[in-house]
T-cell receptor, first 114, second 110 residues
Framework: DQQVKQNSPSLSVQEGRISILNCDYT??????FLWYKKYPAEGPTFLISISSIKDKNEDGRFTVFLNKSAKHLSLHIVPSQPGDSAVYFC?????????????FGQGTILTVHP | DAGVTQSPTHLIKTRGQQVTLRCSPK?????VSWYQQALGQGPQFIFQ???????QRGNFPDRFSGHQFPNYSSELNVNALLLGDSALYLCASSHQAGYTFGSGTRLTVV
């Protein structure tokens, strides 16, 4: 039972353009959502998060949008840079925090071409 | 300031054996969580330790057990290894805030 799904295994974008990564969830108890980035041979690193009481959160080049009625969230990266090339995971928590039991999606490999 | 340290980085075990993985949390962190990441999948929550007690557990069999020591470091033990236990095992530490992940231990069961 995949409660968090990232349906695009990979995404290729030109440097300077927008990258949009998508994530869907099925569990309506999830109330906190996070995006992580992972480089090879490293652990995931936190990017940005959003609480279910909000529909948008921005941090520099990164913006996360949450559509609760559609159970969908997306991560926008503008402008995309070659250093953004990594695997991106969305994750969800039903405890309203960023450090409880997180349920992760399968990941999307982002490649940003110079 | 060292982040989360995991050891060993890689190991190979035979089916049926037992394995112990170790994690030292980031300085100031008192909570340790373990995740299993199979190839091509996202991390899956195994369990979380706080004050030397298992606080939360994911959907993993009893073959997976853990321990947290008074210095907040933690061990993950897996008994009766199966081929399907081959994965990257990630440790994450926290203190009332978001996780810091280690680089993981790559376990291969042959």
């Amino acid at each position: 039972d995949q409660q968090v799904k990232q349906n695009s295994p990979s995404l290729s974008v030109q440097e300077g353009r927008i990258s949009i990564l998508n994530c869907d969830y099925t569990n309506s108890m999830f109330d906190y959502f996070l995006w992580y980035k992972k480089y090879p041979a490293e652990g995931p690193t936190f990017l940005i998060s959003i609480s279910s009481i909000k529909d948008k959160n921005e941090d520099g080049r990164f913006t996360v949008f949450l559509n609760k009625s559609a159970k969908h969230l997306s991560l926008h990266i503008v402008p995309s840079q070659p250093g953004d090339s990594a695997v991106y995971f969305c994750a969800a928590n039903a405890g309203g925090t960023s450090y409880g039991k997180l349920t992760f999606g399968q990941g999307t490999i982002l490649t940003v071409h110079p | 300031d060292a982040g989360v340290t995991q050891s060993p980085t890689h190991l190979i075990k035979t089916r049926g054996q037992q394995v112990t993985l170790r994690c030292s949390p980031k300085s100031g962190h008192d909570t340790v969580s373990w995740y299993q990441q199979a190839l091509g999948q996202g991390p899956q929550f195994i369990f979380q330790y706080y004050e030397e007690e298992e606080r939360q557990r994911g959907n993993f069999p009893d073959r997976f057990s853990g321990h947290q020591f008074p210095n907040y470091s933690s061990e993950l033990n897996v008994n009766a290894l199966l081929l399907g236990d081959s994965a990257l095992y990630l440790c994450a530490s926290s203190h009332q805030a978001g996780y810091t992940f280690g680089s993981g231990t790559r376990l291969t069961v042959v």
